[in-house]
C-alpha cells in the first residue's frame, strides 16, 4: 500500500454505487487528491446483489430530477469508460388492484407530468398488450413509464471507479478505515489497515461517508449521527424460461412484489409488510460477497401470490434463492449532505433499496454541495440535518427497521403514520391530550395530537385518498378556531435560545429581519442563503438585552441550530436548544382574549400586548410568559410555560373553557387554516432553492440593514424582477382533495405543482399553493389567465390569487 498518499482532500470511505458515484462526479467537477478507501472489494457489500431497477419518478421534484440524471448518466457510461452497464430503457409498469391503489397510482401519475416525466396510465386490456404472461383478473389499472429501465449494479460502480480513476481518483481495495483523528469539530485525517498487514494515516480536508451498511458505524467513529439499519432482502431467480423475451419491469406493490426479466430468466423481489433487521450485533468483519441463510417459509407468500399473478413461474425452476442486507433508514429516504455534528464529514448512505437508481444523482448533487459549499438545490427531504439525535439509537433503528422496508410498496396515503418505534418524546400535555380523545401522529420523534376522535368514535386512522375518517373532527376544530376558541399543543417546534453580547449583531447578520427591537417584540423572519433562498422560517422573540429565542419548526430545529451555529464566526454569542424545557399551548379564535382573562389579571388589549409582541403572565397559580402571534390567521396566543407547571397552565385553561365551548385541536386543523391564509410551511412551500422574493415574503426582509447573508441577492432581484410568483389557487368544485405536487395547468399547459394543499372547510373547497413562472409578466397578466389542479388525472378549474383568500388584510388576528 505504498502507493497510498499522506494526504488527500477528500476521502471517501467505502467503495459501492454511491462511493464511486461520489468519487466519479467530485473528479468530474475537476477536484483532485481523491482517494476512496473500501475495506474489502468495490460492490462486495450491498451493491453486487441489488435488483439493478433504475426509475425515474420518486415522491419529490428534486428527488425526481436526480433519478433521472441517474438514468441518463448511466446510458452514456458505457461509452465514456468502456465498461457495460447492462443498462436498458425497458420501461415499467406498476399496477393497482384496489380502487385506492388505482388512485395512487394516477396521482403519482399526474405528479410525474408536472415534473417533466413520460407517463400514460392504462387499462388492464393495456396492461395485458404489453405484459402478455401476467393473470390481470383483478388488476383495476395501470401506469407505464416508458423511459425507466434496469441495468447491473455492479458493472455502473466499476464503470464510475473507472470514470474516476481516469480523472486521478486513487480507489484502493482490501483497506479498511480504523480510526480518525479530530481537532475540534473537524476530521483531519483517517487511520487505515490494509489486508496485507500495511497501515497508515491519511491527512483530510473531507471526509464522505458511503459506508451502506455500515455507515451507522463509521459515523459513531466520526463523531456523527447516521441512522439507518440493514434488513433481510429477498429475491428469487428462475430457470431460463423457454421463449421469454425482454419485458418491462413490473411492480405490483398490493402484493409487494417486483418482477424484472434479465437473460431469459425472471427475478421475483419482495417488500413484505414485516421485515426481518439484521446485523444488530454488528457485521461480521469477513463480510464480503455474503448472503444471508434462506428463510423459505417468510418469503413463501409472496411467491404463492406470485405465481397466481404470473402463472408461468409456477412451472419454472428456482434457479436462486438470495437473502441480502441493505440498509434502511427511519423514514425511507436516503441521508446526504454535510453532517450537523462535524463541519467536514459528509454523508450519502442509508438507501433503502433504491441504491442503484439514485446514485447517479446523489453522487452529482453531493458533489457539487462540497464544491460550491451549498446545497445546489433543495435536498431537504434526504438532507442528514434532518435526523434527530436519538434516531442514531440501536434498538429504534431496529424497531423501526421492521416496518420501513415493507413501507416502500405499502398504500402511500396521505397522513400515513409510521407504526412502529412509537412514543419516544412526548410534550408536557401527552396524557392530558390522551384522555381527551387525541389521535397522535409522529414528527421528527415528538408525539402531536393531529385531531381529536369524539366521544364513543374509535381514535384511529382509517387510511384513504378520499375524505378519511377524522375529516369532520378536522372540520369542526377548523370552525372553533374560526368562531370561536380552540387549543392545541405547540411544544414540539423548536425553542432555540441565541444569547450573548452580540446576540443582536449575529441575528441581524444570519436573519433578513430587523432584530434591533423593543424587549418583547416578535419577529417573523426568514435565514437566507447567498442566493435569496430560505434555510429557514423562524420567528424570533426578544426577550432581553441580550437574549433572544428563536422558534422553528419541529423537523428543522437541528438543521436551523446548525445553521446558526456555522455562522458565529466571531459573535460572541451562545446558541443553546432550550425545546424541552417550555410546554407550549396555542390559544386561538375570536374569543381566545376572552379566555386568557378568565385564567389571568394580566390585560391582554391591543395597548397592552399588542400583535408581535410577548409578556410574562400570572397564569392559574403558575406563571407564562404569553406570544402574541398566530399561524392559523386569528386573534390568538402562543403560552409558554415551564415543564414543571404545564400540567397545571393545561388543567386551568381547559377548565376555565369548558362554559365557553373551548374545543381541543389538532394539527391537521393548524394546516387547513394556514393554508386559508396561504401561511408558507418550510420544507414544502418555502425552500432553500425559492427566493424569498417569489415566496411572497419580500416584507420580513429589511434591505436597510448594512449587511446580512442573502441582502446582494434580494437586491439584484428587486432589480430584475420576479421568474415565478406564489400563487394561492381554490378549486371551483368542493369535492376533490388536494394534497401537494398535483400539477398546476395555465391556459392548458402544465407549468408548474402545489407545493402544499388541504382542505379549506371555511372556504368550502381544496385549497393549494404552488409557484407559477411569470418573467416579464405583471400579476395582473398573470391572475388573468385560466387554471386548472389536475388530481389523479382528471383536471379541475381553479381560481388564482396571490392574496390570501381568507381575512386578506389580516384583521383578525390584530383586532
Same mark, same amino acid.
Given at each position: 500500500m505504498s502507493n497510498l498518499p499522506d494526504q488527500a482532500r477528500v476521502v471517501i470511505i467505502g467503495g459501492g454505487v454511491i462511493g464511486c458515484s461520489v468519487a466519479y462526479h467530485l473528479t468530474k467537477l475537476g477536484w483532485k487528491d481523491v482517494v476512496l478507501l473500501e475495506r474489502k472489494q468495490l460492490t462486495s457489500g450491498t451493491t453486487w446483489h441489488a435488483a439493478g431497477l433504475i426509475a425515474q419518478l420518486r415522491a419529490t421534484a428534486n428527488m425526481t430530477?436526480?433519478?433521472?440524471?441517474?438514468?441518463?448518466?448511466?446510458?452514456?457510461? %458505457?461509452?465514456?469508460?468502456?465498461?457495460?452497464?447492462?443498462?436498458?430503457?425497458?420501461?415499467?409498469?406498476?399496477?393497482?388492484?384496489?380502487?385506492?391503489?388505482? %388512485?395512487?397510482?394516477?396521482?403519482?401519475?399526474?405528479?410525474?407530468?408536472?415534473?417533466?416525466?413520460?407517463?400514460?396510465?392504462?387499462?388492464?386490456?393495456?396492461?395485458?398488450?404489453?405484459?402478455?404472461?401476467? +393473470?390481470? #383478473?383483478?388488476?383495476?389499472?395501470?401506469?407505464?413509464?416508458?423511459?425507466?429501465?434496469?441495468?447491473?449494479?455492479?458493472?455502473?460502480?466499476?464503470?464510475?471507479?473507472?470514470?474516476?480513476?481516469?480523472?486521478?481518483?486513487?480507489?484502493?481495495?482490501?483497506?479498511?478505515?480504523?480510526?480518525?483523528?479530530?481537532?475540534?469539530?473537524?476530521?483531519?485525517g483517517v487511520d487505515w489497515v490494509a489486508e496485507d498487514g500495511s497501515h497508515g494515516h491519511i491527512k483530510a480536508d473531507m471526509v464522505v461517508n458511503c459506508g451502506g451498511m455500515w455507515g451507522h458505524e463509521l459515523g459513531r467513529m466520526a463523531g456523527v449521527n447516521v441512522p439507518l439499519h440493514a434488513c433481510e432482502h429477498f429475491y428469487i431467480v428462475t430457470e431460463a424460461i423457454p421463449g421469454l423475451t425482454q419485458m418491462p419491469v413490473l411492480r405490483v406493490p398490493d402484493e409487494c412484489a417486483y418482477y424484472k426479466e434479465d437473460a431469459g430468466k425472471y427475478l421475483l423481489g419482495a417488500f413484505e409488510p414485516n421485515s426481518k433487521p439484521w446485523g444488530m450485533n454488528g457485521i461480521p468483519d469477513n463480510f464480503e460477497f455474503d448472503q444471508l441463510p434462506e428463510d423459505f417459509d417468510h418469503f413463501e407468500p409472496i411467491l404463492e401470490a406470485a405465481c397466481a399473478r404470473l402463472p408461468m413461474l409456477a412451472e419454472a425452476g428456482i434457479h436462486t434463492f438470495f437473502n441480502g442486507p441493505e440498509s434502511f433508514t427511519p423514514d425511507d429516504a436516503y441521508h446526504l449532505g454535510l453532517a450537523p455534528e462535524m463541519d467536514n464529514v459528509w454523508v450519502a448512505a442509508g438507501f433503502n433499496s433504491i441504491g442503484i437508481q439514485s446514485a447517479g444523482g446523489a453522487g452529482m448533487a453531493l458533489a457539487q454541495w462540497m464544491d460550491e459549499g451549498q446545497k445546489p438545490f433543495d435536498l431537504g427531504d434526504v438532507d442528514i440535518s434532518r435526523m434527530q439525535p436519538f434516531q442514531g439509537n440501536k434498538h429504534y433503528l431496529f424497531e423501526r427497521s421492521k416496518e420501513t422496508l415493507g413501507l416502500l410498496y405499502a398504500d402511500h396515503f396521505p397522513y400515513r403514520q409510521k407504526a412502529t418505534a412509537r412514543g419516544v418524546r412526548r410534550t408536557p400535555f401527552h396524557h392530558h391530550l390522551l384522555e381527551n380523545g387525541a389521535v397522535m401522529g409522529e414528527i421528527a420523534g415528538w408525539e402531536r395530537a393531529n385531531w381529536f376522535a369524539n366521544e364513543g368514535q374509535k381514535a384511529e386512522y382509517e387510511?384513504?385518498?378520499?375524505?378519511?375518517?377524522?375529516?369532520?373532527? /378536522?372540520?369542526?376544530?377548523?370552525?372553533?378556531?374560526?368562531?370561536?376558541?380552540?387549543?392545541?399543543?405547540?411544544?414540539?417546534? @423548536?425553542?432555540?435560545?441565541?444569547?450573548?453580547?452580540?446576540?443582536?449583531?449575529?441575528? +441581524?447578520?444570519?436573519?433578513?429581519?430587523?432584530?434591533?427591537?423593543?424587549?418583547?417584540?416578535?419577529?417573523?423572519?426568514?435565514?437566507? +442563503?447567498?442566493?435569496? @433562498?430560505?434555510?429557514?422560517?423562524?420567528?424570533?422573540?426578544?426577550?432581553?438585552?441580550?437574549?433572544?429565542?428563536?422558534v422553528t419548526p419541529a423537523a428543522t430545529r437541528l438543521a436551523d441550530q446548525t445553521w446558526m451555529e456555522r455562522h458565529t464566526g466571531d459573535f460572541r454569542v451562545v446558541i443553546t436548544d432550550v425545546t424541552a424545557g417550555e410546554g407550549v399551548?396555542?390559544?386561538?379564535?375570536? +374569543?381566545?382574549?376572552?379566555?386568557?382573562?378568565?385564567?389571568?389579571?394580566?390585560?391582554?388589549?391591543?395597548?397592552?400586548?399588542?400583535?408581535?409582541?410577548?409578556?410574562?403572565?400570572?397564569? @392559574?397559580?403558575?406563571?407564562?410568559?404569553v406570544h402574541r402571534v398566530t399561524y392559523v390567521g386569528e386573534l390568538g396566543w402562543e403560552v409558554y410555560v415551564s415543564a414543571d407547571m404545564a400540567g397545571h397552565a393545561f388543567e386551568t385553561l381547559h377548565a376555565a373553557g369548558q362554559d365557553m365551548g373551548l374545543k381541543l385541536c389538532g394539527m391537521h386543523m393548524m394546516d387547513s387554516c394556514r393554508l386559508e391564509k396561504g401561511f408558507r410551511h418550510f420544507g414544502h412551500d418555502i425552500t432553500c432553492e425559492d427566493h424569498v422574493?417569489?415566496?411572497?415574503?419580500? $416584507?420580513?426582509?429589511?434591505?436597510?440593514?448594512? #449587511?446580512?447573508?442573502?441582502? #446582494?441577492?434580494?437586491?439584484?432581484?428587486?432589480?430584475?424582477?420576479?421568474?415565478?410568483?406564489?400563487?394561492? $389557487?381554490?378549486?371551483?368544485?368542493?369535492?376533490?382533495?388536494?394534497?401537494?405536487?398535483?400539477?398546476?395547468?395555465?391556459?392548458?399547459?402544465?407549468?408548474? $405543482?402545489? /407545493?402544499?394543499?388541504?382542505?379549506?372547510?371555511?372556504?368550502?373547497?381544496?385549497?393549494?399553493? @404552488?409557484?407559477?413562472?411569470?418573467?416579464? %409578466?405583471?400579476? #395582473?397578466q398573470l391572475l388573468a389567465s385560466s387554471f386548472e389542479i389536475e388530481v389523479a388525472g382528471v383536471r379541475f378549474a381553479a381560481e388564482a390569487q396571490t392574496r390570501p383568500w381568507y381575512d386578506p388584510k389580516g384583521e383578525r388576528a390584530k383586532a
Open positions: 430530477k436526480l433519478a433521472k440524471y441517474s438514468q441518463e448518466l448511466y446510458g452514456n457510461l %458505457e461509452a465514456e469508460t468502456g465498461v457495460a452497464t447492462g443498462f436498458k430503457r425497458c420501461g415499467s409498469i406498476t399496477v393497482a388492484l384496489t380502487d385506492e391503489r388505482r %388512485e395512487e397510482i394516477f396521482r403519482q401519475a399526474s405528479m410525474a407530468r408536472a415534473f417533466g416525466v413520460e407517463v400514460e396510465e392504462i387499462s388492464p386490456q393495456e396492461v395485458k398488450a404489453k405484459y402478455e404472461h401476467l +393473470n390481470i #383478473d383483478d388488476v383495476k389499472a395501470g401506469v407505464w413509464l416508458p423511459l425507466d429501465g434496469q441495468g447491473d449494479p455492479a458493472n455502473i460502480a466499476l464503470a464510475l471507479a473507472k470514470g474516476a480513476r481516469n480523472r486521478g481518483a486513487k480507489v484502493v481495495e482490501r483497506t479498511k478505515v480504523t480510526g480518525m483523528t479530530k481537532q475540534g469539530r473537524k476530521i483531519t387510511y384513504s385518498w378520499k375524505r378519511q375518517n377524522w375529516f369532520e373532527n /378536522s372540520a369542526a376544530e377548523h370552525r372553533a378556531i374560526r368562531e370561536n376558541v380552540g387549543m392545541y399543543d405547540m411544544s414540539s417546534f @423548536g425553542k432555540i435560545r441565541v444569547e450573548g453580547p452580540d446576540a443582536e449583531a449575529f441575528l +441581524n447578520f444570519v436573519g433578513g429581519g430587523d432584530y434591533s427591537v423593543p424587549v418583547g417584540k416578535i419577529v417573523y423572519t426568514q435565514f437566507l +442563503n447567498s442566493r435569496a @433562498g430560505i434555510e429557514a422560517d423562524v420567528t424570533v422573540t426578544r426577550l432581553s438585552e441580550t437574549a433572544y429565542l428563536v399551548l396555542a390559544v386561538m379564535g375570536p +374569543n381566545s382574549r376572552a379566555l386568557l382573562e378568565k385564567v389571568s389579571p394580566n390585560d391582554f388589549s391591543n395597548a397592552v400586548n399588542p400583535f408581535g409582541t410577548a409578556q410574562e403572565i400570572e397564569l @392559574g397559580m403558575g406563571l407564562a410568559r422574493l417569489e415566496a411572497g415574503l419580500g $416584507f420580513a426582509v429589511k434591505t436597510s440593514k448594512p #449587511d446580512f447573508i442573502g441582502r #446582494d441577492a434580494v437586491l439584484a432581484k428587486k432589480e430584475a424582477g420576479l421568474n415565478a410568483r406564489m400563487v394561492q $389557487f381554490r378549486l371551483k368544485d368542493p369535492e376533490p382533495l388536494l394534497y401537494h405536487n398535483e400539477p398546476i395547468i395555465r391556459d392548458g399547459e402544465i407549468v408548474g $405543482f402545489l /407545493s402544499s394543499g388541504s382542505y379549506g372547510h371555511t372556504l368550502g373547497a381544496a385549497i393549494g399553493m @404552488g409557484y407559477v413562472p411569470c418573467k416579464g %409578466e405583471t400579476l #395582473d
